[in-house]
């Protein structure tokens, strides 16, 4: 090789090391390799259920593009379910509403904001007393703390009810009448400690697929875990489950007084918890349950409790007599941590207090409670059903932060809070939701007194049992309105008589409160399409319209309107004008004035600017002497509950008898009004997919979901089936003493119900099973069954 | 030449020796790195013809279950279809061991010419579909047992490094999530029971998710790329990048596993917060704006 | 008697890009690559060591050359004692 040779080869292996560099080069064009830095992320709660999962939104040019699950999030750790993962989608779909309506002769015609304040705020000035409000466990605690100052203070009307009536009302009273204060004591982290969890009727899967898969990771990585699915029909959670333990809607009564007579029976019972920390108690009259009861003592209950022997209930419930000496078994060993938890089939049942006292009961008797993995917990539906619904107290007999309308005392703390005349605030309770929307459906010569309902983040068209008597009847009656505010047209929209558009989610800033009651904050980061607004800024537009009408009501003590702004300079802000709504940060303000409130139970929630910075914190959320602040995870424990005294180990500083101690309750087992016969031989239960949440508003516009699930369908057990000549995906008729509906048989489904029971989920508005379910409810909660209720199955 | 020509000669022009010899490793370097870089482009490949399936013989499947010892006498035969109404659904032979019947053989070695434009294309729209956008689980194609996920693993696992009745099945990612169903649903639910469109609810929805970003980037031509996609959820490298998985995705290297020590991830992909658009005022519980 | 191997990246603007490309290939010594995309591989053969510095440079003060990455140096500077042909 010469010289010139060499040079040649040189000059061709550069060119062709150059070459192949650009080739490289060619095939990442710059703008491929596009970081995308112009998305902003920012956290927000998700928008379902009450488990209050974070995620990451991920926002660019003023939309919402993409999710992610929140690692550093304790509740989910980066997780989410195939909602949470969509829910960005909520947001888009085609039919937003995005102008005021009126119903003008049948036909709803856009109008503008400031008539539409007008009209209802008209409605409510002709007859305050027979307006009610009907908000939800979504409304932000901004929003409900405004609605209960809006009707209590400023109307001193107690006609607001959320629809957490329909979804958490048995569990309010079961912790109210068992610990004097409401909400659960022990928190998710129990999850990660106990040794066995008991699920009562609760399709965990499904309906909190994050926390379940919380447990079964740990059963995964080799944990001592033991899952029980105590249920009416086999589901997901069943699969996975170590033991699925199926009985008889209803018995769940039966089999927890089992649990409790095996554990006095075999002296197994926690004597020292139970003599430092509890009393027994029992209700007054059975015919007339209250609240509260009277005491008994343990040979009382003990006598009561006995007849509940395995071999009894065994033949009630179904469950085998080894079946229930294995929960005995369970609870009787203090070796183990137990957590009990449970969702609607504990608390959508007509003895809906008592199931909720007794498994309360059967953790405080064997004393499995107060040590982290040993909790009672109820799990929520709704986002805030905690937060807003039960801490704020949008129901009709509550006043914010634990306090009670009937209750002088308590009424007094508000108005001095709320700066208004003594006095002011009604002592009657308001009606509760079914009696509400059934006074709504009166004729008003008939003893309808509500004539006007603003309905709010909720769709009772849908979700109400047996709407054609609660709902649709409204349509009968000229004098009565329907306002509704929502994002898309529902079932609710289709009778109602004015339409608000409102914003959803992170159109809004917001703050809720989950299951285990962590307080969760977020900012607006899109806008709403069209002139959807908050629904905070209707609430104080009308009572803004009302003080300009010349309510007395809205006006303070002092004369000022109930809804005072201030700037930093101390300047009033029009926040009732929607041009100036969002020149302070009302969602704030609002939250720091219902702040001190919640000091009174020992809610302490946390401060607002805390909140913004962090994935949510459990309260009560206590100041530490530098200045930062402190979650607790377990209450009434000493090693974690600030308020517990010195000493006492565990301490139930609210007792309904002032005495420190918690109550165990005995119930009775008693039937349900609707128990199938010979006419209809079925049990019908309803509930909840996966893919779809509550009644579908959101869910259903989003193209992935809906694809999973397109529309409700009737699961059957396959010789019922056959028994009436129908297969796998036929048509069936199903009727109750309501009504009946056309549904899709499912054989083998997602959910197997044993013979003699059908389910229906109720997420489809084209199907809806609501038409036919039962309105007879819990004698103390108010809450409905929409568990229960007798039905037959023909072919169509 | 003697020896000792040999050894003057390479002396003399060791310097172009190594220079020769760092651009043919550069070369093969760079050219593997194009390789990663050409994503998503062979998802769809990996099909064969059938005739070039190895024909299935449970022996061959290490571990694989013994169906056969199943006494028949415990299978039913599949009901008759007049009967079908009046007949439990019960396991029977037909549908069973359908599963373990296909064929199936380790993934074939991969087709080392790129793909073109057009199959790009095609592979890069196919996993869009079932995205509602990047990042998102992806929905599942095929119908599924709506009760268990206990059978998702038989083909996403790191023994689905297989080709089962042609199709190879994508490996789970994140194997330590085991409730598969809470995340991935089927793009087409309940099939045979879906009613009519006209009496279901239909909305159009407008969200438009974030796209793919595609490759990563590179600092230098040779350099390894940054990583175009969060971790979280894809901890386990292997499933889309190891041995048997897509040639244009492929590792060269899959016996060093220790992928983010050259690979770094970019910040942008974290989903870091910004709180660009809601500064946040400084905490003072002590608030002055109560109205 | 260095032989460098150099990635030239042009400007979007294909009009300017072609103009600059005719510029560079006029040059003696110097061989152009397949331009791929914006991407343009060449070897150039100079004299010494800082004629391919100031080849260097020039290249880079090009209007419509953003940038000019070496992929391949080569040096081929015979051995004194080298007498073989």
Redesign the interface.
Known sequence: MNLTERRSFLKTSALAAASAAAAARAETPFEASAVPDDIAWDKAPCRFCGTGCHVKVGVQDGKVVAIAGHPEAAVNKGLLCVKGYHVGGILYGKDRLTDPMLRRNGVLEKITWEEAIDIAARRIMKNPAGFGFYSSGQSTIPEGYAINKFMKGGLSNNHTEPNARLCMASAVTGYISTYGVDEPAGCYDDFDACNVLLMWGNNMAEMHPVLFSRILDRRERGDDVTIIDLGTRRTRTSEFSDHYLEFRPQTDLAIANCIARQLIERGAWDKEFVETHCAFRADADIEKPDLLGVAISFDDFKQRIAEYTPEYVSGLSGLSVEQLTLLGDLFANPDIRITSTWCMGMNQHTRGTAINRLVHGIHLLSGHFGKPGDAPTSLTGQPSACGTAREVGTLCHTLPGGRLVAKEEHRGECEKHWNLPAGRINPTPGHHTVLLFEKLCTPTDKGGDIDTIMVQVTNPGHTLPNLKKLYQAKTELEDKFLIVSDVYPTASTEIADLVLPAALWVEKSGVYGNSERRTQQWFKMVEPPGQAREDLWMTIAIARRLFELGHSGMKDKDGDFIFRFTDDAGNEVPAWDYAHFHDVNVDRALYEDYRPLTHLKHKHVAPYDVLSRETGMRWPVVEQPDGSWRETRWRFSEFDDPFVEKGKGIEFYHSTTDDGRAQIWFCPFERHPEEPDDEYPFWLCTGRVLEHWHSGTMTMRVPQLRGAMPNAYCEVHPEDAAAVGVGNGDEIIISTRRGEIALTAWLNGRGRPPRGTLFVPFFDEKRLINNITLDAYCPISKEPDYKKCAARLRKA | MDNH?VE??F???R??LA??FL?IG??AV??F??GM??TERQVTRGQLPAAEIPAFTPAEIPGAPKYPEIATAEIPDAPKYPE??????LANRDWKFTLANLPRAAAPPADLSPPTEEEAAVAIERRRSLR??????P?VPHAID?????ACMSCHSEAGNLVIGGKRPPEISHP????C??????????R????AEE????????????AS??????A???AP?TM?H?V??RQNCMACHGPGREQAIRTSHPERRNCLQCHAP?A??D????????P??????T????? | MPVNGLLVTLTSDRRRAEAVRALISSRSGVALGPLRDRWQPLAVDTPDVKSAHDFHEWLEALPGVEQVDVIYVGFDQPDPTDTAP
């Open positions: 020509e003057t000669y002396r003399q022009r310097k172009t220079v020769v651009m550069m070369l760079s050219g790195f194009m870089r050409q079908i109404a009046a007949t439990d659904w509602a956008y990047s990042g998102a689980p929905v709506s009760l268990r996920s206990t330590w999530i085991t409730n169903t809470s995340c991935h649903v089927p793009a087409d639910g309940l045979q029971l879906t009613a009496t279901r609810l239909h909305v159009e929805n407008e969200f438009l998710g974030k970003a595609g490759k990563g980037s590179r230098y031509p040779t790329p175009p969060p979280w959820m970019n942008a992909f989903n870091r917060e910004t709180y660009s658009t809601n946040k005022p400084p905490i003072d519980p608030v002055s704006d109560q109205p």
